[in-house]
């Protein structure tokens, strides 16, 4: 089964920092999504990656999915409290409609 | 603004109680998600609905019963349900994602349900 991890599990930084969230397969990644969510609210899609070696900027926020199409990376610059929230890396397990997330990371920026 | 619209927002129930979530969309897509949230855990997937066909069933017990009554609605249909069943109940949408198509999925804003 496709299973994701992501770390770090939480993250407290100052408005103006920089940082990077990770997240790992076990196994080969078809698509690689990364999602934001607000407390008690639905998912907002941010970008989606599919063949190795992709990055995807929108805004301060860029994404990368390494050349075995393992590991991606999410990395937020000169982060500003609006970005706090639990990120979420989501991909396709195996091929078809079955798609899983991994754990999050809850991100707070402290103004 | 979300386009997958979720009602109610929130649902508070009785064990015995027989109540239904809606989900729509309107951006052509054809395939619709349910997934169930607990507090600090990822969303997880409960069905899937391809082509108005249910294609995945998570093993979710009877209890809950899905229904694509047409390509923009997806509804859930609740009965018997227990305490631990109280979540957040996020519908999705997407565009048809079969064989490797990669295609992200547009969540609704979900339901809050708890069982009293």
């Known amino acids: 089964s496709q299973e994701l991890e992501q770390s770090p599990q939480s993250l407290i930084v100052q408005e103006g920092k920089n940082l990077t969230i990770n997240c790992t397969s076990s196994k080969t990644l078809y698509g690689l999504y990364w999602y934001k969510q607000k407390y008690g609210e639905g998912l907002i899609f941010l970008m989606m990656l599919q063949k190795g070696g992709e990055e995807k900027s929108h805004e301060k926020i860029t994404a990368k999915l390494d050349e075995k199409k393992q590991q991606s990376s999410l990395h937020i610059t000169a982060s500003q409290p609006s970005h706090a929230g639990i990120y979420l890396c989501g991909a396709d397990k195996n091929y078809g409609q079955n798609f899983v997330f991994g754990p999050g990371t809850r991100l707070s920026v402290l103004p | 603004d979300t386009e997958v619209t979720q009602t109610p927002k929130h649902l508070v129930m009785g064990m015995t109680n027989k109540k239904s979530l809606k989900c729509e969309q309107h951006m052509g897509h054809r395939a619709m998600y349910w997934y169930k949230q607990k507090a600090k855990k990822p969303p997880e997937l409960m069905f899937v609905?391809?082509?108005?066909?249910?294609?995945i069933n998570e093993s979710v017990p009877s209890r809950f019963s899905p229904e694509c009554p047409n390509s923009s609605l997806l509804n859930l249909h609740l009965h018997a349900l227990q305490p631990e069943d109280s979540a957040l109940y996020l519908c999705?949408?997407?565009?048809?994602?079969?064989?490797?198509?990669?295609?992200?999925?547009?969540f609704g804003n979900g339901t809050r349900l708890t069982v009293t």
């Open positions: 999705a949408s997407s565009q048809d994602r079969g064989q490797g198509r990669g295609s992200p999925l547009h």
């Open positions: 609905y391809s082509y108005e066909k249910l294609s």
